[in-house]
Each structure stands twice: as C-alpha cells, then as structure tokens.
C-alpha cells in the first residue's frame, strides 16, 4: 500500500480552476492506479477520475468530462488533477485513492489506501 495526501483544495468563484494534487509515499507509487473521489455533504462518496499507473489510460464521471483533467508525474509521486470552469454543484471534499488494477469504472471497490481528503468550495 501507500500512502496518500492530498492537497490544493480551496475557495473558488464559479469559473474558476483549482488544481489538486495527490502526494503518494513509497517507491512503489508508480505501480498504482489513482482514483480521485468525492463527497458533498449528505451525499455519498462519489467517483471523479482515475489514471492508470504510466498515465496512459484515463476515466472521467460524465460531469466532469472536459472540465476537469487528470495527469501523473511518477517521478514526483504525485497524481494532479486540474479543475475547469468550476461549478457550485462541485463543491466537496476531494480524495484521492489508490488500486493495483486501472478499471473504467465508477466503483470505489478495490481502492485500498485512502487520503484525508481536501476541501474544495465553489461560489455562485
């Protein structure tokens, strides 16, 4: 397993871009894929996007296709994903998480390590 935290979350206008970032530990980051979640409050946890472990294949929820990107650096540890054209219905906590396998796939089975999570709040 690693370990994972995220960071990069904050207050947004409605518009606006934040860009995430996934800090993992352990020389073995780059043998995961990466799933990004979240969860608003009183909803349940939902899928964002994952990228698998060389980057090469991508997964995005509907919502936010064209908006939102995800990229990795293995040589830094770290998953990014950048945000678009925020929207208030995107405000949540954002986590990202790690799997063995990349699946295309909404499903939060499988992931293994968690973050803490980071708080993205955007205005209207």
């Known amino acids: 397993q690693v370990q994972l935290v995220e960071s990069g979350g904050g207050l947004v206008q409605a518009g606006g871009s934040l860009r995430l970032s996934c800090a993992g530990s352990?020389?073995?980051?780059?043998?995961?894929?990466i799933g990004w979640f979240r969860q608003a409050p009183g909803k349940e946890r939902e899928f964002v996007s994952n990228?698998?472990?060389?980057?090469?294949?991508?997964y995005y929820r509907d919502s936010v296709k064209g908006r939102f990107t995800i990229s990795r650096d293995n040589a830094k540890n770290t998953v990014y994903l950048q945000m678009n054209s925020l929207k208030p219905e995107d405000t949540a906590v954002y986590y990202c998480?790690?799997?063995?396998?990349?699946?295309?796939?909404?499903?939060?089975?499988?992931?293994?390590?968690w973050g803490q999570g980071t708080q993205v709040t955007v205005s209207s």
């Open positions: 990228i698998s472990w060389d980057g090469g294949r991508t």
């Open positions: 352990g020389r073995t980051f780059s043998n995961y894929a």
């Open positions: 998480a790690s799997r063995r396998n990349w699946y295309a796939t909404l499903e939060s089975r499988g992931y293994d390590s």
